[in-house]
């Protein structure tokens, strides 16, 4: 479930309790949490309800009904999903993100990763050429980066190394984290292998 940021920021700091959806159907359920940019997210109750009231307006930081009901997304006749939200603490990929202090026992292993994510890779290896790409042109629309890739197979790629904390999402296209970068100014490419280059 995307959260915009300023919402995302409501939810952690406990002003907003509540969002909406207007969904064909169910999508999340009590339990689920997902992460957002200000860490995890987890739903705390999930109802179907007729109209949105005023107080439910307020718990989902707006100033009316109406201006609820004007965010909302989705046919007309589709039900409305009242999801209680909560912040459920930070997200361990971000503090990974942050960290550029690596060993070379560190750079070794992101390297043995990706080279990993390589051979697992039909396609053949492209770690290193996304990395490369979002540090030429960082907060670039993905449609712009992707090439001949098809839009969700390289949102897919950005992600895994994501995982790896190695990049960041921005509010349009996408950064290198401090550890990404670090990574890609520590190591070389060469036949489509990745090599850890010495520290310093």
């Given at each position: 479930?995307?959260?915009?940021?300023?919402?995302?920021?409501?939810?952690?700091?406990?002003?907003?309790?509540?969002?909406?959806?207007?969904?064909?159907r169910?999508?999340?359920?009590?339990?689920?949490?997902?992460?957002?940019?200000?860490?995890?997210?987890?739903?705390?109750?999930?109802?179907?309800?007729?109209?949105?009231?005023?107080?439910?307006?307020?718990?989902?930081?707006?100033?009316?009904?109406?201006?609820?009901?004007?965010?909302?997304?989705?046919?007309a006749?589709?039900?409305?999903?009242?999801?209680?939200?909560?912040?459920?603490?930070?997200?361990?990929?971000?503090?990974?993100?942050?960290?550029?202090?690596?060993?070379d026992?560190?750079?070794?292993?992101?390297?043995?990763?990706?080279?990993?994510?390589?051979?697992?890779?039909?396609?053949?290896?492209?770690?290193?050429?996304?990395?490369?790409?979002?540090?030429d042109?960082?907060?670039?629309?993905?449609?712009?980066?992707?090439?001949?890739?098809?839009l969700?197979?390289?949102?897919?790629?950005?992600?895994?190394?994501?995982?790896?904390?190695?990049?960041?999402?921005?509010?349009?296209?996408?950064?290198?984290?401090?550890?990404?970068?670090?990574?890609?100014?520590?190591s070389?490419?060469?036949?489509?292998?990745?090599?850890?280059?010495?520290?310093g």
């Amino acid at each position: 479930m995307l959260l915009t940021e300023p919402v995302a920021r409501a939810i952690a700091d406990g002003s907003v309790t509540v969002v909406f959806r207007r969904w064909a159907r169910q999508r999340v359920k009590a339990g689920d949490t997902f992460r957002s940019i200000v860490g995890v997210i987890r739903v705390t109750s999930i109802d179907e309800v007729a109209e949105i009231t005023a107080t439910d307006a307020l718990r989902a930081g707006a100033a009316s009904a109406r201006l609820v009901l004007a965010e909302l997304r989705g046919a007309a006749v589709d039900p409305i999903f009242r999801i209680g939200v909560e912040w459920a603490g930070p997200d361990a990929r971000i503090e990974l993100a942050a960290d550029d202090a690596l060993s070379d026992a560190d750079v070794a292993t992101i390297a043995e990763d990706l080279a990993g994510i390589d051979r697992r890779s039909p396609g053949g290896p492209w770690t290193h050429d996304v990395l490369h790409a979002i540090h030429d042109e960082p907060a670039t629309p993905a449609d712009r980066l992707r090439g001949d890739l098809e839009l969700l197979a390289f949102k897919r790629r950005v992600r895994r190394l994501k995982e790896l904390g190695l990049t960041r999402s921005l509010e349009v296209g996408y950064e290198l984290s401090p550890r990404g970068a670090m990574y890609l100014q520590r190591s070389t490419v060469g036949d489509g292998r990745h090599e850890a280059s010495p520290e310093g």
